[in-house]
């Protein structure tokens, strides 16, 4: 039998051609598509020609090209130089062929009984499946892609590879009577023996195995051979699909498809109940290992780049229409080509930086990951895994959580576990020791014009294994304050009528449920402050009253169109309900956080003007005969933001690294901006910057979220930033962020961000970009030259007799949707009030104090003014004590001039809100 892959390919090819004239026929059929499949599969069945089937039979390749024994064609990942990265080896370790004499019969016929019960009696095609699964597709209202695919068939669709991928539906109608026809022409040259064989050989049983004997290994640690029934009927729960029934990690869903996989081999006379009964009273799974033997072979690491791009190609081929057996095999034997992203000589200098541990503070700590499986004599096998060794040292250690000072002291405790936990005559099945070193960071470095991911570094430390976690791509971490300008800020400048130069009041303010927000720097508040110094000051009480204003709703709308996949509007864990619609989401407090990659592709959005792409690791996938499979040229890109957003935000986010929170990055060769983000207890730290060549996020924090407290740690993604960004740009000229049309700029008055009054604001003028058309035209609303009451601090009425002359700075309007929010906030402590007139205009009338001429006219008014007249100089005076209480050597204030009826009123006394 010739089973060569180019025959294989060329074969399928020829059918895939051959087969325009009649899927046109087809498809004239319309509506009938179904019952054409049925009585396509007839006729098939019958070996009988007929019309639009001829087409098939007369391009029909010679069976014996078909090949359903995979061949092991290395895959290689090339760089954006067309340099060889990587080669995706084979997973021959863990595909051990075996003979038909070792495979129990138990074993055989639990795949046959829950796979395909009339193996023994069918041609290759099950045609009362097929009729039965045709009727059900019309009365499910056409989905005929299910239902009634035979071992033969199965064999050949994990096995045969062609163009079967974004298959519309009558191309799925297609190439499921193609699978149909070639079944019956392989039965017609291999023995039933054979073909079960090769599929028990060959087939996807999680925890990357392939085979039966592979999967006996890794789950029970004895040949297939050895696989009792109900083991047998475990293995093979596995296959309809290995991530959802691995008996590892999903061993309750296993079960219920282990039960049926017996009751089946019950029901079709392979066992009897009384067998099948006993074997459900089996717990296989306490008996199955959850530690890897250590394989021999070859065992080469793939770095984090490779791991993930591995992952999004298994995806995409699956979301392409193969299966997971068939991307499995396809991506470690069918010898793809795969072109990466990758730029060599950036990763190199991301692996230069993070492989050298110098560039880590002093002190490394190691988080320990432990399992071990232990046999007893009488063969009872006992697995321990992390939870239950970190129990068993808080038990006697207060406050353990798995870090040690070095990895001497990790095995000492190890040892000392073994030795209390293991009974005489115990042996070790497998044991997994894993020491990482903490804290543990993670880079992605993106070309923001094409959102190729350039380079990447998903932890610190020794590689032991592929597929490892990668920090970059897998973990969820809160991203902190990097989320103020893409939560709160884009949306607000972009489409909620924020600009760089809007004011907000830094000031006690309380989410909705009662909690004040807390500034990163302490107690103290700053009063009135734009957008600009809000982000480059990352001030987290005006990010939240902004994000309330312009809404969580659209604030989130905004996130989920920066490409963000682990945000959600509502989900229920343990019964209560978490959603990111909501104020937290501002500071970047989330229900699950996000994946650095992600968070950088947001950025990248900003620094590519407003434009998001995607992030992606490959261009392109090439079949081991040149044939492209998946073409991920095209940038999946849209529009998220204006141009002139993503300038504005640019422009506040260079204020960050030239005179604000991320000062350190700045390495001085060309233009940068970015966001520093750090969550409570520094749990987790980042950095989110770019040039205008490249997108960069950095993570520092340790896996197990223990707080950072060494300033060295607390520092550190802004060290790698810096180190990482400088030595890639060495040979990049300077270059500037540009400054797109429709930017203006224009003078404000900086304490009220609106237009400057003339011998009031001159002091504070201040120049800022804006969009055009978004120039503030209101005037000033802080300053303000008239009298003031020395009672209120609010302008006088001509009434009042606690009057002060002079320029002062009002409280602006609160807006109403904020009011709340502010915890001192009264309707008339702040200068304004806007109300609508007679004509419908909205005007701002200036909020006097109270002593109005009615007050004023009141029946003993002396004695009322006379008792505010007290009241003033008592809290003038206490004031005053606190104040030389708190410090003593500090002159007594001085007491200002007053013009009013009362002497010695000081004006302070109500000032601050
Ligand atoms: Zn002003
Ligand atoms: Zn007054």
Known sequence: MNYGKRGIVAQARALNSGTDKWGKKISLFGLYAALSLMIGTVIIGSSAGLGVFNGIRDTSPDITNISVTPKGFSTFVYDTDGNQIAKLVSTDSNRIPVTWDMIPENLANAFVAIEDNRFYEHNGIDIQGIIRAGVEGIKSGGDFSQGASTITQQLIKNNVFSGWTNEATMQKIKRKIQEQYLAVQLEKTMSKQEILLNYLNTINLGSNTLGVQAASLRYFNKSCSELTLSESACIAAITQNPSRYNPITHPEKNAERRKKVLNDMCKYGFITEVERDSALEDDVYSRIQNVNQETGGDSTVNSYFVDALTNDVLDDLIAAGYNETQAYTLLYSGGLKIYSTQDSKIQAICDEVYQ???????????????????????????????????????????????????????????????????????????????????????????????????????????????????????????????????????????????????????????????????????????????????????????????????????????????????????????????????????????????????????????????????????????????????????????????????????????????????????????????????????????????????????????????????????????????????????????????????????????????????????????????????????????????????????????????????????TPEVPAALQSGFVNYTPTNSAYTTVTDENGNEVRVLNTCHHTGEFMTQEGIDAIIAAEQAQAIAAAQAAQAAAQAANPEAPAPEQPATDSVVNEVPADVSAGN
């Open 356 to 810: 050298n541990e110098e560039n880590y503070p002093a002190g490394t700590k190691w988080l320990l990951s432990y399992e071990l499986s232990v046999q007893s004599p009488d063969g009872t096998v006992t697995n321990h895994s992390t939870e239950m060794y970190q129990s068993y040292y808080k038990e006697r250690i207060k406050g353990f959580n798995l870090l040690y000072s070095s990895e001497e002291a990790a095995q000492e405790a190890i040892d000392a576990y073994k030795a209390d936990v293991m009974g005489e005559g115990d042996t070790v099945l497998g044991e997994k020791i894993t020491l990482t070193p903490q804290p543990q960071v993670s880079i992605t470095v993106e070309d923001h014009s094409t959102g190729y991911v350039v380079a990447m570094v998903g932890g610190r430390g020794q590689k032991t294994a592929s597929r490892t976690l990668n920090r970059a791509t897998d973990a969820y971490r809160q991203p902190g304050s990097t989320f103020k300008v893409l939560s709160t800020y884009a949306p607000g400048i972009d489409s909620a009528g924020l600009t760089l130069a809007t004011v907000f009041n830094d000031a006690p303010f309380a989410y909705d449920n009662g909690t004040l927000v807390k500034n990163w720097w302490g107690s103290e508040y700053r009063g009135l402050n734009t957008v600009r110094t809000a982000i480059r000051d990352s001030m987290n009480v005006i990010a939240v009253e902004a994000f309330t204003l312009i809404t969580p709703q659209l604030g989130y709308d905004y996130l989920k169109n920066f490409g963000f996949t682990t945000i959600t509007d509502g989900v229920v864990i343990n019964g209560k309900v978490y959603s990111d619609i909501q104020q937290s989401t501002a500071l970047g407090g989330l229900t699950f956080g996000v994946k650095n990659i992600e968070l950088n592709a947001a950025y990248a959005a900003i620094a590519n003007g407003g434009v998001y792409i995607e992030p992606k690791l490959y261009t392109k996938i090439v079949d081991h005969d040149g044939n492209v499979i998946i073409d991920n040229t095209e940038p999946k890109s849209k529009r998220v933001l204006k141009e002139t957003t993503a300038f504005l935000l640019t422009s506040a986010m260079s204020d960050v690294v030239t005179s604000g929170t991320g000062g350190s990055v700045n390495f001085g060769t060309t233009a940068i901006a970015g966001k520093t983000g750090t969550t409570t207890n520094y749990v987790d730290v980042w950095f989110a910057g770019y040039t205008n060549y490249y997108t960069a996020t950095t993570w520092t924090g340790y896996d197990n979220n223990a707080h950072m407290s060494d300033p060295a740690e607390k520092n550190l993604s802004k060290t790698m930033w810096r180190k990482v960004m400088s030595k890639i740009h060495e040979d990049l000229p300077y270059s500037g962020f540009s400054v797109p049309s429709g930017i203006v700029t224009a003078t404000v008055c900086s304490r009220s961000g609106k237009a400057p009054i003339e011998g009031l604001c001159n002091g504070t003028l201040m120049s800022e970009y804006f969009e055009e058309g978004t120039v503030p035209t209101e005037s000033c609303d802080v300053h303000y030259a008239g009298t003031m009451c020395a009672i209120d601090g609010r302008p006088a009425t001509e009434f009042c007799p606690f009057k002060t002359a002079g320029v002062f700075e009002l």
